[in-house]
């Protein structure tokens, strides 16, 4: 993994502390929520992958776009936000699933959290975010530990089940500006998952409670996690990046208007592995297959463009910050 983004400058490691660990068995009431897959954003599935790789999360399919609208409406705002020097420094609550105690019931230690948040840092160096780990919750929870049902694949199935609900309420916390990030185990179907901002602000169709919000981890992906090609943290980065507002660098393949964002190339597809030099698309260069908001593995992915760090700053600004 190349820890230097296109900018070149790693982040300060940032002070870390870390709070009482809690053992949380509380039962919780199941509500209702408007289910995922039946918003705006269509969660469209999970594309199939080349034997040894993994998706990362799912495929979405904007019909609009809630940022450009705000750009489109906020333009001082919108400009102020993309010049800002500044970092925002994002509280951290991370909420380890455990099947049992010990590494293989996904009881992460604390050391490889920390270099999780030294990941993140060291991505985001550049981008005008920095990420400050405020506590760690440890969870007993069989149930919850194996989140994806059997049927993985299929997003209904992660997105709003009634095990990620009961998850979410129970351990949830924080605003907005608050990233919650869950571990437990999703097999061998896909990585991650992560809501982008809007899906709570009434921006795009009825918004979701905002437990929902957050980033879910296979524990198995954190620096040092036993997952071959996957072990780098780079999937906590990438859902990171949805997280602030990022789509995929395949969104909508060739056709505009892409991933939103000027200086990624068009991509077709997802890449997986490390393919270099792949080119899907007609337009102006080759795919942007080390961009972390790819499918390649993580030893193949290491930046986010300056157009990027752009989209992410308005985002920050329209959707996720209290002012
Ligand atoms: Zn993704």
């Known amino acids: 993994m190349n820890l230097l983004t296109r900018w070149s400058r790693r982040a300060a490691v940032v002070g870390v502390s870390v ?50 609208e705000w750009v489109a409406d906020h333009r001082s705002q919108a400009a102020a936000a993309a010049d800002a020097d500044a970092t925002v ?17 996904g ?14 840092n060291a991505a ?12 760690v919750t440890r969870t007993t929870q069989p149930e919850w530990f194996n989140l994806i049902g059997a049927q993985g694949a299929d997003p209904r199935y992660f997105r709003g089940s009634g095990k990620e609900v009961k998850m979410k309420q129970a351990l949830h916390t924080g605003d907005s500006e608050t990233l919650n990030i869950y571990t437990a185990s999703l097999g061998q179907f896909l990585l991650g998952w992560a809501y982008l901002p809007w899906d709570f602000s009434g921006a795009n169709g009825e918004p979701l409670p905002r437990y929902f919000d957050g980033v879910v981890l296979d524990y198995r992906s954190l620096p040092g996690g036993a997952f071959t090609n996957y072990g780098e943290g780079d999937t906590a980065t ?15 393949g060739c ?9 990624t ?14 080119d899907t698309c007609p337009a102006e260069g080759v795919d942007p297959i080390t961009n972390f908001m790819d499918y390649t593995y993580d030893a193949c992915m290491s930046e986010f463009t300056p157009g990027q ?11 996720r910050s209290l002012g």
């Not at 009881?107 to 490889?112: G, K, L, R, Y």
């Open 19 to 68: 709070g009482l660990a809690v053992a949380t068995t509380t039962p919780v009431t199941a509500v209702s929520p408007v289910a995922p897959s039946e918003r705006c954003t269509d969660y469209a599935g999970v594309v199939k992958a080349p034997k040894g790789a993994i998706p990362r999360d799912d495929l979405v399919s904007v019909k609009k776009d809630p940022l450009v």
């Open 255 to 263: 056709s505009e208007p892409g991933d939103r964002v000027d200086d």
């Open 309 to 319: 760090g752009v989209r992410m700053s308005q985002t920050w600004e329209a959707f």
């Open 124 to 135: 985001f160096a550049g981008t005008g975010f920095a990420f400050d780990l405020e506590r």
């Open 238 to 252: 990438h859902e990171v990046g949805h997280w602030l507002g990022l789509y995929h660098t395949f969104q909508n």
């Open 107 to 120: 009881d992460v230690p604390d050391a490889q959290i920390a270099e999780q948040i030294d990941v993140l």
């Open 265 to 278: 190339p068009y991509e077709a597809s997802p890449a997986f592995q490390c393919p270099v030099g792949r």
């Open 89 to 105: 420094t994002i509280p951290v609550q991370f909420h380890v699933i455990r099947k049992e105690n010990g590494q293989g019931g």
